[in-house]
């Protein structure tokens, strides 16, 4: 059961009162006008969504995309990000990476005023309900920026009731979706802190690169329990990550759901040094190679930063080595004094998965031939021939890797909102990554 979207008055900026009495008709609305509630409301947390999907829009806006403004990176979206691609003379991968968007931008920027329209239909914000509100009462709030003129901002309001708990008794959620410029959006920024709703968890689901100077963005960080991120989308995942671990520092809970994607890494490459004989080698690995699917360097930054941190390595050097593969070389220093070197290489690949720079390979290896520590983890789906070229890769523990069954970042969401709170082992990797980014 849903309630018919209610659009605030335009092109005024909206305000608080004006949100909260058109949340009140729908209630009351709902419970045939009675003074006692039958829908259970917004109970156990508020959520903020900052959901910018410019390059949907910009591809609109271009003539590429003739679908709706809906935030999923689907099968249309992803034709229309190639016939982009082909048209300007970039590589065509279906994937909005950071040369893309800058030439998406460059083109709209060129547009005569006049013609800077968009006319597809926006329905951001009504597109997660289900994911992440199905067991529980909520309360979301979608900022949508959008391109074109600043006329102020404008909501729509609406409840979700997917659960029927008794027969009497419905559990539901509040959608609030706000619509402006980035700059009318700025404005109201105590606005959208004032919705969140006092003694619940609130949390921010931020679905585009950090960015602290920005005023909205340093309001919800200080108002919320919780700052969700996924680095998979970073143009400069190097950057940003220097930029997540000072907010940690100023006391932001953050969580990644790209560090998540990493867990069948993660516990594999425990798993095989399980076996007490092999625990005692990991003291010999003094190399270690990660592959990486080129395009997005934060899966393979964030699995060194959480291997480093395991072994207490300390990072001495940064090098950038370029090539085919984009090398980059770090190395550390352990605690008994032995240099490690690491590896990162951009491997490319002919059909470009859902997730930018998703793991290809990790190989741990030693200089001492008598070690019994080779270990090679394979990607499943990719495989991993570079890692096992060679003779020496026959003596090598050699795992296949199983990525999770539902990657997307909607899934991840809703099973983050579960376990939200400080992650101790994420913020240590991270700070080990932070320091070596800080070599560069």
């Known amino acids: 059961?849903?309630?018919?979207?209610?659009?605030?008055?335009?092109?005024?900026?909206?305000?608080?009162?004006?949100?909260?009495?058109?949340?009140?008709?729908?209630?009351?609305?709902?419970?045939?006008?009675?003074?006692?509630?039958?829908?259970?409301?917004?109970?156990?947390?508020?959520?903020?969504?900052?959901?910018?999907?410019?390059?949907?829009?910009?591809?609109?806006?271009?003539?590429?995309?003739?679908?709706?403004?809906?935030?999923?990176?689907?099968?249309?979206?992803?034709?229309?990000?190639?016939?982009?691609?082909?048209?300007?003379q970039l590589p065509i991968t279906g994937r909005v990476d950071s040369e893309t968007l800058a030439k998406l931008r460059s083109e709209w920027a060129a547009k005569p005023q006049e013609s800077r329209e968009i006319s597809n239909m926006d329905i951001r914000g009504f597109s997660v309900s289900e994911v992440i509100a199905d067991q529980n009462p909520c309360r979301i709030i979608t900022l949508c920026p959008t391109l074109g003129a600043d006329t102020g901002v404008t909501a729509q309001v609406s409840a979700y009731c997917p659960v029927q708990k008794k027969q009497s008794s419905l559990v539901c959620c509040e959608y609030i979706t706000l619509r402006g410029t980035k700059e009318a959006l700025e404005r109201v920024s105590d606005v959208v802190t004032s919705l969140m709703i006092p003694d619940l968890p609130k949390f921010v689901w931020w679905k585009a690169t950090p960015n602290p100077e920005q005023e909205l963005f340093r309001s919800l960080c200080e108002n919320s329990n919780c700052l969700i991120l996924d680095s998979s989308y970073f143009s400069d995942p190097e950057s940003e990550f220097m930029k997540m671990q000072e907010l940690i520092e100023n006391q932001t809970y953050i969580a990644d759901l790209n560090w998540h994607r990493l867990s069948a890494w993660q516990e594999l490459a425990a798993a095989t040094f399980d076996p007490p004989q092999r625990r005692a080698a990991l003291s010999e690995i003094d190399t270690i190679t990660l592959d990486y699917e080129k395009g997005n360097a934060a899966q393979a930054l964030m699995f060194l930063g959480w291997f480093a941190s395991r072994l207490d390595w300390q990072a001495t050097s940064y090098m950038e080595t370029g090539g085919e593969y984009d090398i980059t070389h770090i190395k550390f220093t352990g605690p008994n004094g032995k240099e490690i070197l690491a590896e990162l290489a951009a491997i490319p690949t002919a059909d470009y998965g859902e997730i930018p720079g998703d793991l290809v390979g990790v190989r741990l290896d030693s200089s001492n031939p008598n070690a019994d520590c080779c270990t090679i983890l394979c990607s499943e789906t990719t495989g991993c021939m570079r890692l096992e070229a060679g003779g020496s890769a026959q003596s090598c523990h050699t795992e296949q890797v199983s990525a999770l069954s539902d990657q997307k970042a909607e899934l991840l969401m809703a099973q983050q909102l579960q376990r939200w709170g400080r992650e101790v082992l994420y913020e240590e990797s991270l700070a080990v990554t932070a320091e070596v980014l800080k070599l560069r």
Do not use: H
């Open 1 to 88: 059961m849903s309630t018919t979207l209610v659009a605030l008055q335009q092109p005024k900026d909206i305000s608080l009162s004006e949100i909260e009495a058109e949340l009140s008709k729908i209630w009351l609305s709902q419970n045939g006008g009675q003074s006692a509630a039958i829908a259970t409301r917004a109970a156990t947390f508020s959520i903020v969504i900052y959901e910018p999907e410019e390059f949907q829009q910009l591809l609109a806006g271009l003539g590429f995309y003739q679908g709706e403004i809906d935030g999923i990176n689907d099968t249309k979206t992803r034709d229309a990000i190639k016939e982009a691609q082909k048209a300007y």
